[in-house]
């Protein structure tokens, strides 16, 4: 069983580009360039050395004492919390606004849900000097007020998308409108291993450093480079996909992938899409996706406002078909005790979609001598406001 992707650009049966006729240009050069550009030795080292001077990489991979006590099993926290900008979002802006320079490409468009994507890529133009466009339902503009003001500050133009239910997948639709009215000039960063291929290589790619580190890290401080299990929660899947990047083919390592139930699986207000997707066909790729019976794209709901998306990429996809990965979902409850309790453990503020993979813990027993790496995939600061609510602080 293979579960990287083939040539033609799928994970088994999920992944490939199925794109409208008039963005085939855009796909077709970016296909054409991603892998001969990634291996490019000056690439490599642009890329590298960004990750290290300005994301501040390697990220560390913290033993948990107070956690792996608590649950009697050896806890290891893989630290993207701690890059620049609070998450693993800009392993993957960073490839992406190289490869776009490499590509020549000066003007660069995305989406973004939360804002946090959009802040990842308004960082990276900033630093690049280059023009930066974000897509935001008008909704999520006004929820997420903090977000659309660092966009700004940092160059960003934010431009509301005023159809549909005015969020996520709105804003995409618009930002796939742009980029076929600009197939010259400008290049689509998409933020999750989601999106036609190439995209969801490339994204995987980028996010590869996380298992990199992994093993060398692991290598110091176990004497060993595999774990016995890799948790991540799953959104679209990028901070997943890197950190399980490079155990994707030796079995001894366990992956575990924490999707949100939000108010519960069954309650309606959830966004556990591998339990409750089906086939489809979402921006671009086919994959797993939340819809009704005749097919509509159905709005998830988590209370993180990174893992409502109402697909998964096409890797996790292959990873569920195929029971390769063990899907838990976590609902908004579970995951917030989990992240309250890293606080007082352990004194690290997870994000909300981290604190989902933390829930782990409370649902699956692991034994004594089990080696856990688990991807903190952000830190809790922009949620701040949420956990006030919901404990009442
Ligand atoms: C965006 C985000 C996620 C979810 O996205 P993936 O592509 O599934 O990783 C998870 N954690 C944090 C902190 C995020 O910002």
Known sequence: ???????????????????????????????????????????????????????????????AKRLSKKYNTKVYLKREDL???????????????????????HRIIAETGAGQHGVATATVCALMGLECIVYMGEIDIARQAPNVARMKMLGATVVPALSGSR????????????????????????????????????????????SEEIQWQLQEHEGKTNPDYVVACVGGGSNAAGAYYHFLENTDVKLIAIEAAGLGVDSGESAATSVLGKEGIIHGSKTLLMQTNDGQITEPYSISAGLDYPGVGPMHAHL??????????????????????????????P???????????????????????????????????????????
């Open 1 to 63: 069983m293979n579960y990287n992707i083939n040539e033609k650009g799928y994970y088994g049966e999920f992944g490939g580009a199925y794109i409208p006729e008039m963005l085939y240009p855009n796909v077709e050069e970016l296909r054409q360039n991603y892998l001969k550009v990634m291996a490019e030795p000056e690439f490599q080292k642009e890329f590298n050395q960004l990750l290290k001077d300005y994301v501040g990489r390697p990220s560390p991979l913290y033993f």
């Open 83 to 105: 890059n620049h900008t609070g998450a693993h979002k800009i392993n993957n802006t960073i490839g992406q606004i190289l490869m776009a320079k490499r590509l020549g490409k």
């Open 167 to 210: 969020t996520l997948k709105d804003a995409t639709n618009e930002a796939i409108r742009d980029w076929i009215n600009n197939p010259v000039d400008t290049h689509y960063i998409i933020g999750s291993v989601v999106g036609p291929h190439p995209y969801p290589d490339m994204v995987a790619r980028f996010q590869a450093v996380v």
């Open 320 to 349: 569920y078909k195929t029971g390769r990965a063990e899907f838990i979902a976590i609902t908004d409850d579970q995951a917030m005790n989990a992240g309250l309790e890293l606080c007082k453990l352990e004194g690290i503020i």
């Open 351 to 393: 994000a909300i979609e981290s604190s989902h993979a933390l829930a782990v813990f409370e649902q699956k027993k692991f034994q004594p001598e089990d080696v856990v790496v688990l991807s903190l995939s952000g830190r809790g600061d922009k949620d701040l406001q949420n956990y006030i609510d919901y404990f009442k602080f």
